[in-house]
């Protein structure tokens, strides 16, 4: 298969836009002052949102459960969930959640700092919060959940050269590959902060979607692995919620 015909294979046929939520904290946020601190979604807030989801007629998927869904092999009114970093927050809150109501989601997790905290944020004065465990990691998939790459250190890739960024990308599926004895096909930037080589590098390692930060839900011919996301923060009340799901707001911020 020639450049074309493969870049043409890996683009998304979704007749109507999908929206991929993207999360990071299910918790009560830090102090005020604190960095990063709309990052935080609270319990309370998190159930809210998926319950309204669910009430709206959306079905809320993994990315491996939605695949079929941006390759215009189902439709459906879907909507991605995913969580960037691997939190046991995660686990502990939105779990729950997520099991009640039938729902699927993608963890995306930094292989190498299973059972630490968010190390890649302390110099930026962030709290340091516990990620997952190997055997948290394997409770999230036996509950049906999703497991993707998310870099081995959290990463940010156009930081390194070109054998530490292989490394970052490729190893990270691998390590998770062995902890969860399932395949990781699913990466995401870490920060956002990619190039065009990165982009090589997912598909070369296997994944078949990666998402990014980029604000937008996901039209036709989109590359698959440069899904955009809608971010969910700590004050998006069920009505903005709304309004990004099915309005062109979130489009529209992305091509700013």
Not at 38 to 51: G, I
Not at 212 to 234: F, N, Q
Request: proline share 5%.
């Amino acid at each position: 298969m020639n450049k074309d015909m493969l870049e043409m294979d890996l683009r998304s046929r979704n007749l109507a836009p999908i929206p991929i939520l993207m999360y990071h904290q299910i918790a009560l946020a830090p102090p005020k002052g604190s960095p990063l601190r709309s990052l935080y979604v609270a319990p309370t807030d998190f159930r809210k949102q998926m319950v309204f989801l669910k009430r709206l007629g959306y079905q809320g998927l993994s990315m491996r459960n939605l695949m079929p869904y941006l390759l215009g092999k189902r439709q459906g009114k879907v909507v991605g969930i995913t969580f960037d970093d691997g939190y046991k927050n995660n686990l502990c809150h939105a779990l729950p959640v997520l099991q009640m109501l039938g729902f699927s989601s993608t963890c995306y997790v930094v292989s190498q700092l299973l059972g630490r905290t968010n190390e890649w944020d302390r110099d930026f004065g962030i709290p340091q919060v516990p990620l997952m465990t190997k055997e948290e990691i394997r409770e999230w998939v036996n509950a049906g959940q999703d497991v993707g790459a998310h870099t081995r250190h959290h990463a940010r890739l156009t930081t390194l050269d070109t054998a530490a960024c292989q490394d970052e990308i490729a190893l990270c599926k691998s390590e998770l590959e062995s902890v969860t004895d399932t395949p990781v096909e699913h990466f995401c930037y870490p920060y956002g902060d990619y190039s065009p080589e990165h982009v090589t590098m997912a598909c070369n390692a296997g994944f078949k979607t990666v998402t990014t930060t980029r604000r937008g839900r996901c039209h036709a011919d989109t590359s698959m692995l440069e899904l955009p996301r809608i971010t969910v923060a700590r004050r998006t009340t069920r009505l903005a919620l709304w309004v990004k799901l099915v309005s062109f707001y979130e489009d529209r911020q992305g091509t700013r």
